[in-house]
T-cell receptor
Framework: GEDVEQSLFLSVREGDSSVINCTYT??????LYWYKQEPGAGLQLLTYIFSNMDMKQDQRLTVLLNKKDKHLSLRIADTQTGDSAIYFC???????????FGSGTRLSIRP | EAGVVQSPRYKIIEKKQPVAFWCNPISGHNTLYWYLQNLGQGPELLIR????????DSQLPKDRFSAERLKGVDSTLKIQPAELGDSAVYLC??????????????FGPGTRLTVL
């Protein structure tokens, strides 16, 4: 079945760039998402990318997609303390509403 | 515009007791989802409604879980009886599914259930 994998933890220094990686198995994935979850809150959609794109940039966020390797990354430039959260990678086929989530990467910021 | 509203935010019950969660989706959203999120994991879909019809409930443990979405707006998820392993966060999400777009799902804050 479909599977989405992420590393569990990432620690970066404030002001540096954070890169969160994700791999997925479903080659028919059409939409790939990044969600952010702060403590005690629901998931907030940060950005998404269509499978026919290689890159998408939105302010401090850059998403890179390597469809051949089924690898997705989220780069956060100039990481701030407010970026501390769990980041979930997710994928969906175009014909389905079901989204498959990874287990999340906990990003912590050190001064 | 109000987001997805869920209540209660927290619930503590003893095992074998019933419990119910309520969700009010974003106005105009035709699709509603209930997810289960265990600690340290991503959300897993329990059931999806399109309007008032449950179109995907394959992951819902039907022996103890039930859900309804009367009138195609609010939804209730019930567990009866609750077991220790049901302790988790129950997330509700909604989207405007047109079949053409990204079908972006918007999540509520969740209900954290603790079964003692």
């Amino acid at each position: 079945g479909e599977d989405v994998e992420q590393s569990l933890f990432l620690s970066v220094r404030e002001g540096d760039s954070s890169v969160i990686n994700c791999t997925y198995t479903d080659s028919s994935s059409t939409y790939l998402y990044w969600y952010k979850q702060e403590p005690g809150a629901g998931l907030q959609l940060l950005t998404y990318i269509f499978s026919n794109m290689d890159m998408k940039q939105d302010q401090r966020l850059t998403v890179l997609l390597n469809k051949k390797d089924k690898h997705l990354s989220l780069r956060i430039a100039d990481t701030q303390t407010g970026d501390s959260a769990i980041y979930f990678c997710a994928e969906r086929e175009s014909s389905a509403s079901k989204i498959i989530f990874g287990s999340g990467t906990r990003l912590s910021i050190r001064p | 515009e109000a987001g997805v509203v869920q209540s209660p935010r927290y619930k503590i019950i003893e095992k074998k007791q019933p419990v119910a969660f309520w969700c009010n989706p974003i106005s105009g959203h035709n699709t509603l989802y209930w997810y289960l999120q265990n600690l340290g994991q991503g959300p897993e879909l329990l059931i999806r409604y399109e309007n008032e019809e449950a179109v995907d409930d394959s992951q819902l443990p039907k022996d103890r879980f039930s859900a309804e979405r009367l009138k195609g707006v609010d939804s209730t998820l019930k567990i009866q009886p609750a077991e220790l392993g049901d302790s988790a966060v129950y997330l509700c999400a909604s989207s405007l599914r047109t079949g053409k777009g990204t079908d972006t799902q918007y999540f509520g804050p969740g209900t954290r259930l603790t079964v003692l």
